[in-house]
């Protein structure tokens, strides 16, 4: 039995674990089922109220599911010892707007006045998704998932603005509804489409050239459906250029021990 | 016709516009109908993050629908052209813990660093259950809705903590189960509630004598639901005893262009 199998039995506890003694570095889909998983967003506090803004002004690509206190790298409201620096397989560190490194281990770059953010993330509808039936175009095909930019106009927030990142999923034309239905549930994990059907009208040329991931097929009778996507935090922080930003590796997520199901993403921890 | 009577029927910006000019002075209940109110919360931008993280950390009480950026009294993405310091009805300012004065405008006490929440009310999930038929006690009873402290605990961020307050609205057994699924459908207003049932087991002694508003009579064959109250934030507000805080008067709301059935509090104006 490979590592990623043994794995995906853990509970999130176990998971992050495995991610902080680096037993385990791969990305995070499939584990911890039934557990909310998490985009992460590390800047210094002389932004983090500017993200917190963005956040809440843009909420369907960036829906805020924890906020650490500054200089704490704890997501005390995620679970029982979830230490940022340590529990994410893998992160991308930027400098002025530039990847600088891919590492898997940020505590030597944490700085007093660093903020961390969660972001929930798409793994949560996906996995109802599946539950209810509905295949996943790219996971059955085991690639990443295809992301584009939009011409969707995000809400700006101080030094933070641009356009909207979605993902794409082709779905069966008579159970789009349902899916559209079933990833509503989910408002911290971008919710709703933003959009179904002809890409040309949020300003995507061609579906075969993504602009992260890889393409997919699309069936006759399947009509593309675009999410807000979690990478939308990351061309936006980009495109800031601040001094110093990190995230996870995309795919490369936070295991929280929040249900998937939570009414609210928070647990009353020590 | 009153002037009650007549501005029930304007939209936002025309409900607003009276306001301001205050032409309309008294509690918001039932204006601009089907359009989000919000309580309101203005605080010195070097509290505001930590407010943000306390709103995040209890979305139920405190479920943010806007927040303006440092200096600015416009809520941009709330509609057109509102403005937090004349477009509420009355409002309460608190200085180091203690109610100083309620003000129908608050233009000359705005400081180039205050920033305004804007919170989700539970106007939203009564008009939808009246809607449905499920009648509200306090409003057949021309009252101020029973409001009590309790003993849920609130998760902490910097000076903010405390415990829960908690809205009670008595509904009959046979339709508790409808109510619940009816306000989950607005987490933006404060969502499904947080008890039904026994008060004792929240921590409330007595409802005959709430902490805040009026007591309602209960029914044979009716159940007390206890809902997350936007009374909440400012108890734990005037318990941090900041050197300047202020908010809406209980009842007074902000008015927005925000359709109630919104999938997301934001609309792109200027």
């Known amino acids: 039995m490979s590592s990623f199998e043994q794995i995906r039995t853990l509970i999130p506890a176990e ?3 495995a991610i902080r003694t680096g037993a385990y570095g791969r990305h995070t889909a499939g584990l911890a089922a039934g557990y909310l998983q998490a985009n992460l967003v590390v800047l210094p506090e002389t932004h983090a109220l500017d993200f917190a803004r963005f956040c809440q002004r843009n909420p369907k690509p960036c829906p805020v ?11 005390r409201t995620l679970g029982q010892d979830v230490d940022l620096c340590r529990d994410v ?6 400098e002025h707007g530039v990847l600088t490194a891919t590492v898997p281990d940020i505590s030597d770059l944490w700085q007093d006045d ?3 953010f969660a972001l929930g993330c798409s793994f949560t509808f996906e996995n109802a998704l599946i539950a209810a039936g509905i295949p996943v175009r790219h996971i ?3 690639t990443t998932v295809p992301m584009y930019r ?12 641009g356009t909207m990142v979605v993902s794409m999923r082709p779905i069966a034309e008579a159970r789009v509804s349902e899916a559209i239905a079933i990833s509503s549930r989910f408002p911290l994990a971008h919710g709703a489409p933003v959009h179904t059907g002809n890409p040309g009208d949020i300003g995507i040329a061609d579906l075969r050239t ?3 991931g890889e393409p997919v097929d699309i069936e006759p009778g399947e009509i593309p459906c675009f999410w807000a996507c979690g990478v939308t935090p990351q061309a936006v922080l980009l495109a800031a250029s601040l001094p110093m930003v990190i995230t996870h590796t995309p795919g490369h997520m936070l295991i929280t021990d929040v249900p998937e199901t939570a009414d609210i993403p928070v647990i009353q921890s020590d």
């Open 15 to 17: 998971a992050r674990a």
């Open 65 to 75: 599911v924890g906020m650490t206190d500054a200089g704490s790298p704890k997501f």
């Open 89 to 94: 397989p893998s992160y991308n560190v930027y």
């Open 114 to 116: 660093f903020v961390g």
């Open 140 to 142: 059955d095909m085991d």
């Open 150 to 161: 939009t011409s969707i106009a995000l809400t700006p927030a101080g030094p933070f603005s």
């Open 210 to 212: 993504p602009d992260w």
